[in-house]
């Protein structure tokens, strides 16, 4: 069975769609990928941020991007929030806000 990926709003869709066209490349390869194989690609793609976050890891020429996500029932990967990172470390702000979303997702779906 394969894993489908949504999206926590449109607003987080869109996002994705206005990055760069290099990392949103990248974005698309890596969610092929767990489409067919499943969230747990690790490093160098996606990571565990802990307590069920997650990150897809897209990289181009024009930078790094972020998108957060969660896993819930019957396969499904939920995106929950996105960033093009300026820094080394990704801003607290947005792991807080990813972590609030993921909440929410899990809270709809228990």
């Known amino acids: 069975m394969s894993w489908s990926i ?5 607003g987080v869709q869109e996002e994705i769609n206005n990055w760069p066209v290099g990392i949103r490349a990248f974005y698309v390869r890596v969610t092929e990928k767990i489409k067919v194989y499943g969230p747990n690609l690790g ?8 307590n069920g976050l997650f990150e897809i890891r897209a990289r ?4 790094i991007g972020r998108a957060f996500f969660c896993t819930v029932v019957n396969q499904k990967v939920v995106i ?3 960033i093009i990172k ?5 801003p607290s702000k947005d792991i807080k806000l ?3 979303r993921l909440k929410e997702v899990y809270n709809e779906n228990s």
Do not use: D, I, N, V
């Open 6 to 10: 949504t999206y926590y709003s449109e």
């Open 98 to 100: 990813a972590r609030k």
């Open 43 to 50: 490093m160098p793609f996606t990571r565990s941020m802990g």
């Open 60 to 63: 181009g020429k024009e930078g």
């Open 86 to 90: 300026k820094t080394q470390s990704t």
């Open 80 to 82: 929950l929030h996105t």
